[in-house]
């Protein structure tokens, strides 16, 4: 074997070696331009035909800078003209390296023109041909009939000519492209002129056609893509919904800038012709927020006789939601829904909760914060759908609070003052004051606490009933003393994989609460409602209604024991139990309008439960049991199953009831949901919430999810109750999305993870 090595005059060093016997070296350029493999789908190894999985040598490791090494089995080297070379060729300049058969290197030019299975591998490129011809030293040249890769993402296909005119930028002809890492890819797109800039990872295409399983599926005259993960312009996955008004969408996403973006959708269905929805979301260092418009320039199947400015048939939705830093101490919030007419969600809705949507709220307000001291002031509407179920408008509100950093055992005095107006049309309005003043104190240690709490509350109410002017007022104290013991051990438990240590913990909780009575019949009810004892967090709450148009009177002591278990090495809760009752010494006279005096002098009993059964199954429950009846009122199960197979399954039980201690229940429902693979690719979804006392479904899912290395799809199929509590859609959500194109859409993922506890992570 020889082997010599020739320093020419200029700075680039070459390296040059001929060798009688070729050994092909398994190796990689450096691991700045290395190709890392895509975990997308379930893949298993891959291997297909394209320069991807190629072998190909180097002549070296770790080139010298900007050195050129030529290898081959034969050959003739030229300093100052073209050196030609033949067998097992290998041309490797910093991260670029040729195989060819034969080739010839001009050192003048930097030119390298190659025949005979062809290989180039330079940084995010590599091409497989049967001829090239390539500059060195500025990344220029052509290559014919090639099969190629580019990107981070592994992107790759064919084309019949390729131009190099930069580093990093490059103009394919005739050509295919995909990055299903696959043999026979699942899709493509074929285009007569595809760019691709390597600098900033975005690839362009014109007279594109979207080809699925070799069937052309979509054509767009233009058409852009990522090759890398980040956020680009361009046309997101279709989005299809078939039911009574079935539909196709295409989403376009604008990558503004870095800080902001848009989405605009088109939508063309059945019913409603041709929807457009739009989205624009925005954060800077002082703001941050998004702007949401939704309209249909003509609906067909509506003709509100009021009308719009733009027509009888146009129909719109916004929603925008905007926070701004004013300055350290002082922020502004601003949030407003609106719909062209009351019927929009019951027409275009796709769940019972947003088609049941009976008001939408306007609310603007700025906050002031100079510890202790808060001061807000707020305006807040609403636009009524139905009016049987209408809350009040604030015009204005007004907020203070007093709140000082006190220490732990340290006198502490808190104060809360509120004027609101409130407005609403065919009903009572005015203005109400409301000003609470308390002073608490602690004593104790890790063992045990006690808490004395004493407030005084005054309300101030200047009404108008439309038929003159009143004024109510009131001023009550209420007393509290709230107190607990802490016992703990420690208990250690040995396992096969060791010792584990944890510690048990002991909570008597009491909490006394003394308010006296005072007659509010005749006082308005502007924004309160009962509270019952639906769990043990609520036990130790002086107010048994929320608002401050009633003040309840109490004369009544909680009583809750509670016990945990720790992991001590990582503090994680692994258990968790409680049972609590209340004890009343007096009738609860106050009451909503409607309401009946509550004599029952012990509530019904409260038990919770929480934690883990072992590593896949977590259990969490609370109930109410009526000691007198022998039976549960208000119960609340919830068993959840997840393991490392991707199965998910979720059980929730509920029973409510309108009343403490009453036996006929408001309502009862059960819903069932899981995620239960059926091979690799294939898995089962679904969901579905049964109302027991009516024995009707109120809403339910099935579908099936597929996934691979190359696409994902989801076909979901959904009904549930419409508002009018009679009759039922069924919408069916078709998407998918293809490795490396676009994102999904909101449709049928949206309602998975909102219905399947757990599929976040599936």
């Not at 796709?350 to 609310?363: F, G, I, M, V």
Request: glycine residues 4%; contains cysteine.
């Amino acid at each position: 074997m020889n082997f010599f090595s020739l320093k020419l005059l200029s700075p680039i060093l070459l390296v040059v070696s001929f060798t009688a016997i070729h050994a092909e070296i398994e190796t990689s350029i450096d691991d700045d331009t290395k190709q890392k493999p895509t975990d997308w789908g379930r893949c298993s190894a891959l291997k297909h035909s394209h320069a991807t999985s190629k072998q190909y040598s180097t002549a070296t490791q770790q080139p010298y800078p900007d050195a050129i090494y030529l290898e081959a089995d034969t050959g003739i080297i030229r300093p100052e003209a073209a050196s030609t070379l033949q067998g097992h060729i290998i041309i490797q300049k910093n991260g670029t390296v040729f195989n060819a058969d034969r080739a010839s290197f001009d050192k003048n030019s930097h030119i390298v023109t190659a025949n005979g299975n062809v290989i180039l591998i330079a940084p995010e490129l590599e091409f497989k041909t049967q001829s090239i011809k390539y500059n060195l030293k500025n990344h220029t040249g052509t290559v014919k009939q090639a099969e190629y890769k580019v990107g981070k993402l592994d992107a790759r296909g064919e084309s019949q000519e390729i131009e190099l005119i930069s580093q990093d930028e490059i103009k394919l002809k005739q050509a295919t492209f995909t990055s299903c890492p696959t043999p026979n890819p699942s899709w493509y797109i074929k285009s007569s002129e595809i760019n691709i800039n390597k600098k900033t990872q975005q690839g362009s295409a014109k007279n594109v056609t979207f080809n699925i399983k070799g069937v052309p599926v979509f054509y767009f005259p233009k058409y852009s893509f990522p090759l890398n993960d980040n956020r680009k312009y361009g046309f997101l996955t279709p989005r299809v919904r078939i039911q009574s008004n079935t539909g196709i969408s295409l989403p376009y996403y604008f990558n503004l800038a870095p800080n902001y973006d848009a989405t605009v959708t088109t939508t063309l269905n059945e019913r409603q012709g041709l929807m457009f929805d739009s989205e624009f979301r925005y954060i800077t260092p002082l703001h941050k927020g998004f702007f949401e418009y939704d309209f249909i320039p003509e609906d067909k199947s509506f003709d509100d006789t009021s009308g719009s400015a733009f027509g009888k048939k146009y129909r719109d939705y916004f929603k925008l939601e905007h926070h701004t830093i004013l300055s350290k101490n002082t922020k502004i919030n601003f949030n407003a829904e609106g719909v062209s007419d009351k019927d929009y969600f019951d027409d275009l809705s796709d769940s019972l909760e947003t088609s049941a949507r009976s008001s939408l709220q306007r609310r603007l307000e700025i906050i002031h914060k100079n510890k202790p001291w808060t001061l807000s002031a707020a305006v807040e509407d609403y636009q009524i759908l139905d009016t049987d179920d209408s809350p009040y408008s604030r015009l204005p509100e007004l907020k203070l609070s007093y709140k000082p950093k006190t220490a732990p055992k340290k006198l502490k005095m808190e104060m809360d003052i509120e004027l609101v107006n409130f407005d609403k049309s065919n009903d009572v309005t005015g203005t109400r004051l409301d000003a609470k003043v308390s002073v608490s104190k602690k004593w104790g240690n890790d063992a045990w606490f006690i808490k004395p709490t004493l407030s005084l509350q005054s309300t101030l109410y200047t009404l108008n009933k439309n038929i003159g002017e009143s004024t109510l007022n009131r001023t009550l104290p209420t007393f509290t003393l709230d107190s607990g013991l802490f016992f703990d051990r420690d208990i250690t438990i040995h396992k096969k994989l060791g010792i584990k240590h944890y510690t048990q913990t002991l909570e008597p909780h009491l909490f006394y609460s003394y308010t006296p009575f005072k007659d509010q019949s005749n006082f308005p009810v502007f924004d309160t409602a009962k509270t019952d004892y639906s769990a043990s967090t609520q036990l130790f709450s002086e107010n048994r209604f929320t608002g401050k148009d009633r003040i309840a009177d109490t004369n009544r002591l909680t009583f809750v024991v509670s016990s945990r278990l720790q992991d001590r090495e990582n503090g994680k809760e692994l258990f968790k139990a409680s049972i609590g009752q209340v004890f009343n010494f007096n009738n609860r006279r106050v009451t909503l309008p409607g309401g009946t005096i509550q004599t029952g002098k012990k509530s019904d009993l409260i038990l919770e439960l929480s934690g883990p059964i072992n590593d896949n199954f977590r259990v969490t429950t609370s109930a109410l049991w009526n000691l007198d009846k022998k039976r549960i009122t208000n119960t609340e199960l919830r068993l959840n199953y997840q393991d490392d197979k991707r199965r998910i399954a979720n059980i929730s039980y509920r029973k409510l009831n309108t009343e403490l201690n009453m036996t006929d229940s408001e309502s009862t429902q059960l819903t069932l949901s899981g995620a239960l693979p059926l091979n690799d690719k294939w898995s089962f979804v679904g969901s579905i919430e049964r109302d027991l006392e009516n024995k009707r479904n109120l809403e339910s899912l099935v579908g099936f999810e597929y996934q691979d290395c190359c696409w994902k799809t989801r076909i979901v199929a959904k009904r549930y109750l419409s508002s009018d509590n009679v009759n039922y859609e069924t919408p069916i959500f078709i998407e998918f999305e293809l490795k490396g194109i676009g994102g999904l859409g909101n449709g049928a993922r949206r309602e998975l993870k909102d219905k399947i506890y757990g599929y976040d992570d599936y």
